[in-house]
């Protein structure tokens, strides 16, 4: 069963705007990860943050996570149309061997 | 370094028939990992390996079966094809267990099955 779900499911914006994504989990967890996906390739890690971190950034992206609200975001400033893709969240339980459960994605769209 | 290498691209297959997808990693990661991704979905983990000679069932894992004979590639067989299996399905490794790391994506392969 999907853990993230991510909103909005699809995005559209113009070249310059910010892209906010937001993605909700239902258990505890080590960590949780984005990856982009462009369109017919597979996907690419963005950022991961621990459960004891609030905040991260990485060039234009900055994901914040709330555990004890159970969600995480995911925020580009400055958007260029080459950002055009899907991002996942995908999450890391904190027991025994651990593996990534991704949620649906949010389909961002950035027009020149 | 190439990466993560899916072998072949594209396949189309009639049901009933068989197929072997191919993943190559040339990171000397122990941890790979088959993955099947459906429209609006994420991905769905088939099977992993946590090193050499190991497999463990995924969270959909019937219908498909694996080989890690050699710690660089993960082999994934269909026995059978059928239509449910029409999907693109992607490879991935890491070298430990998400707890600890990212993991690295083939460009996947578009399978049809008809």
């Known amino acids: 069963s999907q853990q993230g779900e991510e909103d909005p499911q699809a995005l559209s914006i113009q070249e310059g705007e910010n892209a906010t994504m937001n993605c909700s989990y239902k258990t505890s967890i080590n960590n949780l990860q984005w990856y982009r996906q462009n369109s017919g390739r597979g996907l690419v890690h963005l950022i991961l943050?621990?459960?004891?971190?609030r905040e991260k950034h990485s060039g234009r992206l900055r994901v914040t996570l709330d555990t004890s609200k159970k969600s995480s975001s995911l925020l580009i400033t400055a958007s260029r149309a080459a950002d055009t893709a899907s991002y996942f969240c995908a999450t890391a339980g904190n027991t025994g061997f651990q593996k990534l459960v991704f949620g649906t994605g949010t389909r961002l769209l950035v027009s020149p | 370094n190439a990466g993560v290498t899916q072998t072949p691209k594209f396949r189309v297959l009639k049901t009933g028939q068989s197929m072997t997808l191919l993943c190559a990693q040339d990171m000397n990661h122990e941890y790979m990992y088959w993955y099947r991704q459906d429209p609006g979905m994420g991905l769905r983990l088939i099977h992993y390996s946590v090193g050499e000679g190991t497999t463990a069932k995924g969270e959909v894992p019937d219908g498909y079966n694996v080989s890690r004979l050699k710690k660089q590639n993960f082999l994934l067989g269909l026995e059978s094809a059928a239509p449910s299996q029409t999907s693109v399905y992607f490879c991935a490794s890491s070298p430990r267990d998400a707890s600890y790391n990212e993991q690295f994506f083939g460009p996947g392969t578009r399978l049809t099955v008809l």
């Open positions: 943050i621990r459960s004891n971190e």
